[in-house]
C-alpha cells in the first residue's frame, strides 16, 4: 500500500513536472561553463582596467538588467560620461558630487541622491530610486570595481578617464569569474541571486533586496486564490515565466524579464517556488 503511494506521487511529480516543462519549455539542465581561469597581477594599464569594467558592467554587475535598450526599466548609459555634468547643473540636484566622476559614483552608492525623471519608483514622484546600491546586497561591488565600471562608462562616452588607476596591490584586483548564470543554483537563496530577482524584490531568503518590484514577503498567503482555479504553485510558475499575465497592483508591465522559460532549470524553479510559498525542505 505504501508502495502504491509513493508510485502515485512520483507518477504526479512526473506529470506535473512535465506539464510545466512543456507548458513553458524549462530546460531540465544547463551544462555548465569551464572556469575561467584568468587571473590579474601586478600592474594594469587602463586600456585592461576599463576592459574589466566592461566585464563588470554586463556580467556580475547586473547593470544590463535595467540599463539596456529592451524593456526600458533605466535610462541608457552611453553617454552618461558627458551627462553627469548636466545632471550636476540640475535644479533638482541635491547631492554632494562636483565632478562627473563623482556623480556617477554617488549614482552607484546613493541612488536616490538624484532621480533621473520619469525613472522613479511608481508613486515617488522621481525622490526615490528604484535601482539598488550596488556597492552592498547580492552585487556587493568593491571600490576597485565601481572604479573599473565608472572608467567603462567614460570611456565609451567618449570624454576624458578620470578614474585613477588601482594601486600595486594586486589583492585588491577583481578576480576574472567564469559567469555565474551558467552555474546551476542549488538552494533558493543562490537561485534569486543568480536570476537576479534580489535586484527587484525583497522576500523569503532574500536577504538584501530592491523595491522594483512587490516584497514576496505576503505572496504565500494570496498565491492560491489569486486567479480562479490557478493553484498557488502555478500562480508562481505563471507570475515567473510570463510576468506580464497578471501585473501586480501599483507596478508596471514590462519590468520583470520575461526570458526565464530560457534560462531556469525545473529544478531552479522548484527551489524559488518552495522559497516563495514557505515550503520547507529537510
Ligand atoms: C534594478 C534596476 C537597476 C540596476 C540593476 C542598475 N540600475 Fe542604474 N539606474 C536604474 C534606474 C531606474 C535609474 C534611474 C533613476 C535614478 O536616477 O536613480 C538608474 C540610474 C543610474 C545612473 C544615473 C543615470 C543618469 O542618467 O543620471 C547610473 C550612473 C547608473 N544607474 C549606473 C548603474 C550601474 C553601473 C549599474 C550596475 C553596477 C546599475 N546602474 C544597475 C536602475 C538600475
Ligand atoms: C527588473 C526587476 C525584476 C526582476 C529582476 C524580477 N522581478 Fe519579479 N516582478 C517585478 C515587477 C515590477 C513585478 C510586478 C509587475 C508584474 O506583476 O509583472 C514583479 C512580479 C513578480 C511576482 C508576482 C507578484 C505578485 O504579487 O503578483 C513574482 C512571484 C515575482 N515577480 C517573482 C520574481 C522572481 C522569482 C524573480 C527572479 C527569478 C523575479 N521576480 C525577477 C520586477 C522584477
Redo the contacts with the bound molecule.
Keep these: 500500500m505504501k508502495d502504491l503511494l509513493k508510485i502515485f506521487v512520483f507518477a504526479l511529480v512526473i506529470i506535473f513536472g512535465f506539464a510545466g516543462y512543456t507548458r513553458y519549455g524549462l530546460p531540465l539542465i544547463i551544462p555548465e561553463a569551464p572556469p575561467v581561469e584568468e587571473k590579474l597581477s601586478g600592474d594594469i594599464t587602463m586600456e585592461q582596467y576599463i576592459g574589466i569594467g566592461d566585464k563588470i558592467f554586463n556580467g556580475k554587475g547586473t547593470c544590463t538588467?535595467?540599463h539596456s535598450p529592451v524593456?526600458g526599466?533605466a535610462p541608457l548609459l552611453d553617454t552618461i560620461g558627458s551627462l553627469a555634468l548636466e545632471r550636476l547643473k540640475d535644479e533638482r540636484y541635491k547631492g554632494k558630487a562636483t565632478t562627473g566622476e563623482e556623480y556617477i559614483l554617488e549614482s552607484l552608492v546613493d541612488t536616490s541622491a538624484f532621480v533621473v525623471a520619469g525613472f522613479g519608483k511608481t508613486g515617488t514622484n522621481d525622490t526615490v530610486s528604484p535601482m539598488p546600491n550596488v556597492d552592498k546586497g547580492a552585487i556587493g561591488l568593491s571600490d576597485v570595481e565601481m572604479g573599473a565600471v565608472i572608467a567603462y562608462l567614460q570611456s565609451i562616452a567618449g570624454v576624458e578617464v578620470t578614474v585613477a588607476l588601482p594601486s600595486g596591490d594586486s589583492s585588491a584586483m577583481p578576480e576574472e569569474e567564469a559567469p555565474a548564470t551558467i552555474k546551476l543554483a542549488e538552494s533558493a537563496a543562490e537561485?534569486?541571486i543568480k536570476?537576479?530577482?534580489t535586484?527587484?524584490?525583497i522576500g523569503p531568503e532574500i536577504e538584501e533586496g530592491?523595491d522594483?518590484?512587490?516584497d514576496?514577503g505576503g505572496?504565500a498567503a494570496?498565491?492560491g486564490s489569486?486567479k480562479e482555479g490557478v493553484s498557488a504553485r502555478a500562480?508562481?510558475l505563471e507570475?515567473?515565466m510570463n510576468?506580464?499575465a497578471?501585473?501586480?497592483e501599483g507596478?508596471?508591465?514590462d519590468?520583470?524579464?520575461d526570458d526565464?522559460p530560457a534560462r531556469?532549470t525545473f529544478a531552479e524553479f522548484n527551489l524559488?517556488a518552495d522559497a516563495?510559498l514557505g515550503v520547507k525542505n529537510q
Design positions: 538588467l535595467c524593456g526599466r537561485a534569486f536570476f537576479e530577482c535586484m527587484c524584490h530592491g522594483m518590484g512587490p514576496l505572496f494570496t498565491a489569486r500562480f508562481v507570475s515567473i510576468p506580464n497578471v501585473i501586480a507596478f508596471d508591465a519590468t520583470m524579464p526565464y531556469m524559488i516563495i
